[in-house]
């Protein structure tokens, strides 16, 4: 959180360890990845002259010290960093150190400028911080932690707190200047940051980085919009919420968070995250007016927790909603797939049986066929021609069942022992014709033809087409690039691809996705995926070699 200027100065990726991707050019790998690129640069124009705009407006609600207790340009920080990652950190701190010196904030003919810049450039990279651990933490993660709105949430409440902690030395070295004089106005000031970045986070990031991906594509608008009835519910439980307050309020027992933190709560399981956050505004805006002007700093950041308290809560209860919903179609789906499944199975022992009743009779003909042109050797030309022609069909026929009963049989669920480079080959040859209507080229590196993994060859090669197929459908640049390379006694299969944006992980996985992680993880691999920098996203396959899997296979 940025400050207000009351007093003289202003508060201030598991990346995979292979060769570089083939294609990639060394202009490109010695560019620092902290400088802004192309549209960036806009990006960040147009977030000073937002941060300028809102830090006026967070002057309004300027607490102890010289912080404000409702900062809404820490809710645009986190959806900036959010959105186009932690490395901005340092060109979003110049940003705002420019603006701040633009605006007489730092001036640097005083003494205190060094200061005054520290406080400035200190909460920036906190939030970058912030999330940048908070998506490492996200990429390695399974479970909770690495399911949307987790980690969204989990930065939301992180941030504020590292910059506080960033915050902490200096409201006790500096006194005089954060106007605090002893413990007491210490807690209170820096809870009011705490307080303050929270509801700017909570209340300003969620929209913009909703609309973020609507313009981008990454997601939707709703399918379906509320019925008028849920409408009217939601309206009435928070109307009568407040009405409540206002009548608890007007007797003298003051404005209780309780009522409005429990209808919220009822929206949020009702209706969903959305729901939950357009009351959550409502609430605001009818709670943050009466907070400015002259007001008692301790009753202002009372009513500011509990507005702060009634945010988390209703994000709680809609992201709950929301997950329970995700889990009912997650559920729905994987009926789906299971019921594909036992029809596939079922049409496997249909098929194996009816190539089982065919083949003997086939053989047995095939037999008589060669017979056949045996004996009209020396007999009537035409009969002799088409004797030949039968059994020409017959032995095609015979090999083709033969290939069938084989790859239906039992020995396709057997593991084999598969050379990285003729899997890496198959799997190219299966995805390029949709690479190629898709207007993208697969590029493979070159592959040591002594490693090989113990594996089931078809359900390997269906795990990394999948993966393929999925980098086909996100690259923005037209290229998908595999690489393998080996890692101690593993060998790490890399599908990589440029992608602009970058969604949260497990967030936008699809059903081939969570496919291949189960067959890798059948395999004893693994499968995991790493920002390889200037916006790649590389997804992993780690096998075993054969030599660490079977010793004696080897």
């Known amino acids: 959180m940025a400050s207000v200027p009351l007093p003289p100065a202003d508060r201030a990726t598991a990346d995979i360890d292979a060769v570089d991707a083939p294609g990639e050019a060394p202009s490109l790998r010695s560019r620092s990845p902290w400088l802004p690129r192309d ?13 300028l705009a809102l830090h006026r407006l967070a002057i309004l609600w300027g607490g102890v010290g010289y ?3 409702w900062f809404p340009a820490a809710g645009v920080r986190l959806a900036l960093f959010w959105r186009f990652g932690a490395r901005l950190a340092p060109a979003t701190a110049l940003t705002e150190i420019i603006v701040q010196c633009l605006t007489g904030i730092i001036v640097f003919t005083q003494p205190e400028w060094p200061r005054g810049i520290f406080g400035v450039a200190s909460p920036v990279l906190a939030y970058g911080i912030a999330v940048a651990v908070v998506r490492r933490v996200a990429d390695g993660a399974t479970g909770s932690l690495a399911t949307a709105p987790m980690p969204l949430g989990l930065a939301s409440v992180l941030a504020p707190l590292i910059a506080v902690a960033f915050a902490l030395p200096w409201s006790i070295v500096r006194p005089d200047i954060t106007n605090v004089a002893n413990v007491r106005d210490v807690i ?23 609309i973020a991906d609507l313009s981008s594509g990454s997601t939707a608008m709703p399918a379906m919009v509320p019925s008028r009835r849920d409408i ?19 007797i003298g027992l003051g404005l209780p968070a309780t009522p409005v933190l429990l209808a919220i709560a009822w929206i949020g399981l009702r209706f969903g995250r959305a729901a939950a956050w357009a009351a959550i505004v409502v609430t605001a805006i009818l709670v943050l007016p009466e907070t400015v002007g002259a007001i008692p700093v301790d009753q202002r950041l009372a009513l500011h927790m509990s507005l702060a308290a009634v945010a988390v809560v209703g994000y709680l209860a809609g992201s709950f909603a929301d997950a329970e919903a995700r889990a009912l179609a997650a559920v729905a789906r994987r009926d789906r797939m299971l019921f594909q499944a036992e029809r596939l199975k079922t049409l496997r022992a249909m098929s194996v049986a009816v190539i089982h009743e065919i083949s003997q009779p086939l053989s047995t ?14 007999a009537d030309p035409d009969i002799a021609e088409t004797a030949r022609l039968i059994e020409r069909k017959t032995v095609t026929l015979s090999t083709l069942v033969r290939r069938l009963r084989r790859f239906g049989g039992r020995a396709v669920d057997e593991p084999s022992l598969l050379p990285v480079g003729g899997l890496i080959d198959t799997v190219a040859a299966l995805a390029r014709p949709e690479a190629s ?34 980098a086909v459908q996100a690259t923005d640049d037209g290229v998908v690039e595999i690489a393998v390379t080996r890692r101690d006694e593993r060998v790490a299969i890399a599908v990589v691809n440029h992608c602009a944006d970058h969604p949260l992980v497990h967030e ?38 054969v030599g660490t899997l079977t010793g004696d296979a080897a």
């Open 39 to 51: 549209r960036e640069w806009l990006v960040l124009a147009g977030y000073g002259v937002t941060f």
């Open 67 to 69: 912080y404000s207790l």
């Open 188 to 210: 209170v000031s820096l809870t009011g940051f705490a307080v303050g970045d929270m509801l700017g986070v909570l209340l300003v990031a969620p929209p913009l980085l909703w």
């Open 232 to 250: 009217a519910e939601a309206v009435i439980v928070l109307g009568l919420a407040l009405g409540l307050v206002g009548m608890l309020a007007s």
């Open 365 to 378: 003909l095939a037999i008589e066929a060669r017979h056949l042109v045996e004996i009209s050797a020396h």
């Open 437 to 470: 209507v898709a207007g993208v080229v697969i590029r493979i590196a070159p592959v040591d033809p002594e490693w090989t993994v113990l594996a089931q060859e078809i359900e390997i090669a269906q795990a990394l087409v999948n993966l393929v197929r999925n």
């Open 508 to 545: 936008g996985m699809g059903v081939g996705s969570l496919v291949a992680k189960a067959i890798v993880e059948a395999h004893g691999g693994t499968l995991s995926r790493a920002d390889r920098g200037l916006l790649r996203i590389a997804h992993v396959v780690t096998l075993p070699l």
